[in-house]
């Protein structure tokens, strides 16, 4: 039985949440598919994550190996293949609470990087799981800055082989997947030594436990990195070599090759291996960031339709804490996030696609944006998620802070996304570098690429609100975000450039400009986003009241954006002080619209009860029933031995005279 | 042998890091006193640490009551008492990992809430031991809001006895520290019934366990409320009374009694006993709040100097990441911050210890303000310090986030604080309350308490800096504060008089209000904590350097609020575009400045290794050494049954054709 709190929530819907889910889904053939995928894992027992809260990290990793075997079986069972059209959702359905994701990546990085003849030896093998693989690039001592990395290769002409080694501990492989405990090859980066010469970094094949026993292969050492915020199912590894030698045709050598002789050759591009490693950093959004976030609303919100709390008016009783403006404006800004980001993944996906088809036609020219926009958007997206989730998970209170409710480890794993595939500030300091490049050349008149041909339109005018209702306008908020955006740009382009004539190093230069140079990247990434949710909403269709809900999401995101951020869009007199107070009275307006239909907007996430795996999110909403009932059945309810060998000597007394 | 990146940092102190830690400490007596009993502590291995990281719920909660109940023997042993000057660096020492803190939270409330002759028979009984105490006040379903709770205590005049019940599921206590398995008493907060009339919530000891065997008392079901983000070793417990029988005696009855025949009898002023539940919220802030803040800075700062990525300059060495100004523009704010609120933690002291005497002489008149203070520092210092303890951790990189780092334990455990003793935003919107009264009350010519006399001081002047050095004065940054204090107090009452007299519901109005009044009450908070700031700067000797660095992390907490927060201080133009142009440019000049000293300045924090418990942080800065000795140790680097069971079949083949 639903509780009445929370049902009550759901006849007033200003929309049909199928419609709506469906858009989410791209249509409902996507959604059937979805279902079923669901389902089919849901139902299995193998899959179950009921006891997850109450494992050790042990017990994690040895669940998400059976549950990585067990789905080999349950493809094949069910039909579904790598390339079908379910599995999108698997992964979702599983949480990703599944061990060998890293062996993927092996099989992509040889697909890639390797040569054909490597191809056809390695594909096979890891397809049908005769071995299982890894892929070490970041070291402890290195992470972001590749050229750093201090693992060597050294190229023996006498037996044809590369010798690899750890040279110093701040060498040693540190946090590849999978590594610690399970795989048996690893694609190595190292520094290619031949003759003495330094050719940089390459990528190898090395085996390193036995395909017999798995056992350590001689030279190699290699475990686990021990505990971790979350993650407790992945085994994390470490790996130092010492000469450990592999045949030269384990170097992956699609692009580079080193001959018999010690001949080194550069074959081919390698942009499009630059374009891949861009686009696996949109390809996590979806799943790593917006599920957490989106989950984390569901929880959030229809906790707080069934909590009460305090009394709103006096005599009365007391009243749901999502009546309360400020839980309101706690959540809602996170719901429109939600949404603001899912288009702007739609938009992402689609960019990233045109890209890989110019790319096929050996057009590059898309790179540098899509470069530029993909690590911008990682960073603000996982950042503005992280934020969103832990903010959900506060405003539940204790019973938030509570694993049972599911929010913790919601935010301990997106908070890993803020440094995995590119640390957030380094990859805004990327599109920052592309966006002065940019403001440059449009200033010297050359041709930029389309999602910087604004940065050129400069206008000093003024925002042209004449009342709240105003910034309610798509066209008022888009322009203000665009011309903060632009002001942002140009400033910090003009500080820079003050620096170096002034006889500041390039270098130094940058480094003065970096926190500023932060500031404009995430402006042009906000500004795109709010741009794109404007113009999603106008082309949906006005049918069914989904056009109407997502334009006052869109206002919201916009809005709470202005709100949060008032000193960018003042500074410059763009917006007056009187247009702030519209500003934000528009906004606290929209949170009470929109407190209306917050339970139905969550419901058409549609995660059921298995997946968000939290006591106070049930669709049900039967919060405190679970509580306790999922309590009782906590580890800690087991007798203690605390109580025999402390509690009993303390309370009788037997321990030596306090 | 400490890592020469981290010694060369030590040999260019501006300032004598021993005079700064005894200013710290309030004098090198008590820096003397702390280090002896650090070192008490830590030669012991019973306390122990050392594998924190990987131990279960279990494995904490039972680690726990064995330093608990050997901190008792300890004590004797060293000659500490609760009221020795050492008592306060004992849990620090211990870092907080020890059971029982809410047995003392029992004795003080029957301290407080008893009469003499409940003193007289229970606080001996439980400084003995014979007893474990507890304090059971939230529900499942009530947490701040008190008058809501749900238990029930029905005085019986046949037996002279309260029948205690929890009439439904959210009337179940939830939460209360050492009752899930400890305890053997708690003080239940129930609504009292007297001939089925209710006078609201009293405290009763209630038995809830068998001093014989620990078995649960009849009609008694209790139990541990299972994982949480942190606290593993508290066992934080649910508790459900079935028709409990207590004897009349065992209410507290300090403030009212029920007498044998029903009739009920208040007496004396329960105003001390509201004085005591404030200054708890203080007294959590230097143990709870800034000590983790201080250790993420140590534990950040040391690693940023030991860190190196990147080239700053071409053909050099890579660089300490603490030299990039992104990486400064993160940790050296919440260095400031950390120095900010340790030293408005004094200034809260002193207060309350100066309340404290004026209420023994039945002088109440300060508790308003004391009360605004309390809410308002507790909820912006832990909200502050949280997410710096956040931020420290996020500029860690990948190794902040393994626990062995200590900054996700840190940042786990903080998180917290925004939430017990009276959730953050309900803290605030009480300090709100009292700025509209004192506002009011200025307004119409009344008196108001020193800390709001500058509400009526409203000043329509601008900001007089004429270049960015004048952004160094604090009285041009002091009076900055003070006027957006102002400006945020004075414009929510003016929408709040707007909206009642527009015939908006008193209720309602405050409710559309409560967004805006939680900035003006921060805004309040955050002025005070600045001025105070500069006003102690001022009174420091002026040798060995001390004024001199703490006056630049003044300034930079200073210039920080207002650089992240720019649009408070442009909205009535009381600061131009130009004057925040100035803001930013000292600002980022002070980070630069402040690195150079930022290692001493956690030094000057003087936390051991052991306390510290971090591979990351270090006062030798061995950091890969450590990672890799220390995750060597873990238990996922023990045999996984799950090769055997699940890899070794797959890579053989054996599982049933897949």
Chains 1, 2 share one sequence.
């Not at 030896?121 to 990395?149: F, M, N, R, V």
């Not at 550069?266 to 499009?272: A, F, L, R, T």
Request: aromatic share 10%; net charge positive; charged share 20%.
């Amino acid at each position: 039985s639903v509780n009445p709190d929370l049902g009550s929530e759901r006849q007033t819907a200003s929309f049909s949440v199928e419609k709506l889910m469906a858009l989410l889904d791209g249509g409902t053939e996507q959604t059937q598919i979805r279902r079923a995928v669901v389902e089919a894992i849901e139902s299995d027992p193998v899959f179950s994550r009921e006891n997850q809260y109450f494992q050790t990290q042990n017990e994690r990793y040895e669940a998400a190996v059976r549950k990585a075997v067990h789905l080999q079986k349950k493809m094949n069972e069910m039909g579904w293949t790598e390339n079908g059209p379910e599995y999108k959702y698997i992964y979702r359905a599983l949480s990703g609470d599944v061990a060998f994701l890293l062996h993927r990546v092996f099989m992509r990085s040889i697909s890639v990087l390797g040569s054909d003849k490597q191809i056809a030896k390695w594909i096979p093998l890891a397809t049908q799981h005769k071995l299982i693989g890894s892929y070490a690039q970041t070291e402890l001592g290195h992470g972001t800055y590749l050229q750093g990395l201090e693992t060597t290769a050294v190229f023996d002409t006498a037996t044809q082989e590369f010798i690899l080694n750890t040279p110093k501990i701040s060498a040693m492989k540190w946090w590849p997947g999978d590594m610690g405990r399970s795989a048996t090859h690893t694609v190595v980066f190292a520094q290619l030594y031949i003759h003495g010469k330094c050719y940089g970094i390459h990528p190898f094949i090395v085996q390193i436990r036995s395909l017999q026993d798995h056992s350590l292969c001689p030279g190699v050492i290699a475990g686990d990195i021990g505990p971790k915020m979350n993650f407790e199912h992945i085994d994390n590894g470490y790996l130092l070599l010492k000469n450990v030698r592999i045949p030269r045709e384990n170097m992956l050598s699609k692009f580079c090759e080193v001959r018999p002789d010690g001949t080194y050759v550069k074959q081919g591009s390698q942009k499009i291996n630059y374009f891949t490693m861009t686009t696996v950093r949109i390809s996590l959004i979806s799943d790593e960031v917006l599920t957490p976030l989106m989950k984390a609303c569901t929880i959030a919100i229809r906790y707080s339709v069934v909590r009460r709390q305090s009394k709103l008016k006096p005599g009365e009783q007391e009243a749901k804490i999502l009546d309360y403006q400020t839980q309101q404006e706690k959540l809602l800004p996170q719901l429109a996030a939600a949404y603001a980001f899912h288009f702007i993944n739609d938009y992402l996906q689609e960019l990233f696609n045109r890209g890989y088809r110019e790319i096929q036609r050996k057009n590059f020219d898309m790179l540098p944006e899509l470069h530029a926009l993909s690590s911008g958007f990682k960073a603000v997206i996982t950042q503005h998620c992280t934020a969103g989730v832990e903010i959900c998970l506060r405003a539940c209170g204790g019973h938030g802070y509570s694993l049972l409710s599911g929010l913790p480890s919601l935010y301990t794993k997106i908070l890993a996304s803020c440094i995995y595939e590119g640390e957030n500030t380094i990859l805004l300091l990327q599109t920052a570098r592309f966006l002065i490049k940019c403001f440059m050349a449009s200033n010297a008149g050359q041709p930029v690429p389309p999602s910087v041909t604004y940065l050129a339109a400069v206008k000093h005018g003024k925002c042209p609100a004449k009342n709240k209702l105003d910034f309610l306008s798509p066209d008022i908020y888009t322009e203000a975000y665009q011309h903060v955006a632009v002001r942002l740009t140009s400033s910090t382009a003009a500080k820079l450039q003050d620096l170096i004539q002034s006889g500041v190093k390039k270098h130094d230069a940058w480094n003065q400009c970096t926190v500023q140079l932060v500031q404009a990247a995430k402006a042009h990434c906000h500004y795109i986003a709010v741009k794109n949710f404007a113009e999603t909403v106008e082309k949906l269709e006005t049918k069914a009241g989904i056009q109407k809900i997502m334009k006052h999401l869109c206002d919201l995101f916009a809005l709470h954006g202005i709100f949060s951020n008032t000193g960018a869009f003042l500074h410059d007199g763009y917006t007056s002080a009187a247009q702030m107070d519209m500003v934000t009275a528009s906004y606290l307006d929209l949170l009470a619209v929109i407190r209306k239909d917050a339970v139905p907007l969550v419901d058409a996430f549609d995660f059921t009860d298995k997946s968000l795996n939290s006591a106070l999110g049930s669709y049900d909403g039967q919060v405190y029933q679970r509580l306790y009932e999922w309590a009782q059945k906590s580890p800690t309810n087991q007798m203690s031995p605390a109580y025999e060998r402390y509690l009993k000597p303390l309370l009788h007394n037997t321990l030596s005279k306090l």
